[in-house]
Structures are given as structure tokens and as C-alpha cells.
């Protein structure tokens, strides 16, 4: 039934790779607003491997510190210096919530390379959410801060006369822009390299390809590794960007 829905053949190579990006409830039935579904189970383990590393990792506090209280200090120190650097001592105040972003993105795709997990960060329905609620921060935040010198971010005094109502305009999409970009990065990145390790894995059936396949696999493993965290990383920095835009507002 399942091959005959999806066009497959019977005795052929039946593969989908984007059939690992669908949002299953757990226990059976239609999914609806409050149904328990895979997205929503590991997005809490994401969640509770934060709690494990940066809580109960690194509770005892240790002179010697232990492997999990080790990456812990090095996330926090890795995210403090990012977000010092880039928003300066008065950006420090928001570190615990660009730090909470971190973390969970990090621990998510993380957690999606486990064989037969399921990867929230590969949806536009989660990644959307963290862009907008960047988004929106910034921008109650710049205001709150700078009332309408706010809007100074979008005029290029720097600029000739003639060109700044054009650039102000450009200036103006590029900053509506900013959460469909910073969604869309994460999410195409994770799903595109999830994609591909499947396709590997459905010609690694196929006794003639399959050492060139499982081969293709394990170099795409490895970069999906190194992908889970650039593109938090990403995500992160750029969060910092816009954070110093809001409290700095000026070309």
C-alpha cells in the first residue's frame, strides 16, 4: 500500500528521502494542535539534553572538571566572548536568551543524527518561530531603547543626499527580510544534508554501487556534524548582529 501510494514498484529501489521530515503523531490519529507528535518529542529531548549539560553536567562544580562540566564551561565561555564582542558590555544582559538559542539549536541537530531521529530544526515551522522571536525582540527592544532614533538604522547619513531615501527603502526590505533569511538558512541546510545522507542509503542497497554509497554516506555524515554547529553558530552570530543593531542604531 505504502509503495503503491508513493508510485514504487514492487522488486525495485523504493526510496523517499524527504518521507524522513514528516510530522507523525505518536500515538496513532490525526494530528492536530495539541497531539503529541515526533517533532514535539524531540524537541523536548533537545531541551532536556540542555538541562543535562549545562545544569546537572556542571552541578558539582568541580576543580577538575568533569567531560560534560568541560563542554559546558566552553559553551558558556564561547557564547559569552561572541556575544561581548559583537554587542559590546551592554549586550551582556540578553546573553542567557542568546545563549537558551544556542544551545537548544545545537542540541537539536545534534540529537536529528541519530539514526531514525527526527530533526525540529529541519521544519520552517520551528525555525520560523525562533526567527521571528529574534525578530521581534530586536525591534521592541531598538524602540524601547532608542524610541524613533531607532529608525536611524535605516538612513545612510554616511551617504549623498540624492541616494538616501533609495538606500532608506533598501535599508527597509533588507531588515523585513532578516527572519525569512535567518529561517530559511538553518532549516534548508539541515534538511539538505539529511536529504542527501538518505539518498546514499537508498542506492547503498544496490550491491554495484553500494561501497561508492556507504562511502558517500559517511562523508556526508561528517559533514552534517560539522554542519549541526556552524549553522547554529550562524544562527547565533547573527542574532548577536541584529542585537547591536537594536542597541547601537546607526550607519
Keep these: 500500500m505504502a509503495t503503491e501510494a ?27 494542535w495539541y497531539t503529541p507528535t515526533n517533532a514535539a518529542l524531540w524537541m523536548g529531548l533537545a531541551i532536556v539534553a540542555v538541562i543535562l549539560l549545562l545544569v546537572v553536567g556542571s552541578s558539582k562544580r568541580g576543580i577538575v572538571p568533569s567531560r560534560s562540566q568541560s563542554v ?17 558590555k551592554e549586550g551582556l544582559k540578553y546573553f542567557p536568551y542568546i545563549m537558551t538559542l544556542f544551545m537548544f539549536i545545537v542540541c537539536a541537530n545534534f540529537l536529528g543524527l541519530i539514526p531514525t531521529a527526527f530533526t525540529p530544526t529541519s521544519h520552517f515551522a520551528v525555525t520560523v518561530v525562533l526567527a521571528m522571536a529574534v525578530f521581534l525582540t530586536v525591534t521592541i527592544l531598538g524602540f524601547v531603547k532608542n524610541g524613533t532614533a531607532f529608525l536611524g538604522l535605516f538612513w ?3 551617504a549623498p543626499l540624492a541616494l538616501r531615501p533609495i538606500l532608506a527603502i533598501i535599508e527597509l526590505i533588507s531588515y523585513f527580510v532578516r527572519p525569512v533569511s535567518h529561517s530559511i538558512r538553518l532549516a534548508g541546510n539541515v534538511m539538505a544534508g539529511h536529504a542527501v545522507i538518505k539518498v546514499f542509503a537508498g542506492f547503498a542497497a544496490l550491491a ?24 547554529a553558530y550562524v544562527f547565533t552570530i547573527l542574532t548577536c548582529v541584529y542585537l547591536k543593531d537594536a542597541l547601537h542604531p546607526h550607519h
Excluded: N, R, W
Design 6 to 32: 508513493h508510485g514504487g514498484e514492487e522488486g525495485g529501489l523504493v526510496f523517499h528521502p524527504m518521507d524522513q521530515f514528516i510530522v507523525k503523531p505518536l500515538f496513532g490519529g490525526d494530528v492536530t
Design 72 to 88: 559546558a564551561e566552553l559553551a558558556y565561555g564561547f557564547i559569552y566572548k561572541m556575544v561581548e564582542d559583537i554587542c559590546g
Design 156 to 158: 545612510v547619513s554616511s
Design 208 to 231: 554495484a554501487v553500494s561501497p561508492i554509497a556507504i562511502l558517500g554516506i559517511t562523508a556526508m555524515y561528517g559533514l552534517e556534524v560539522l554542519v549541526s554547529f556552524i549553522q
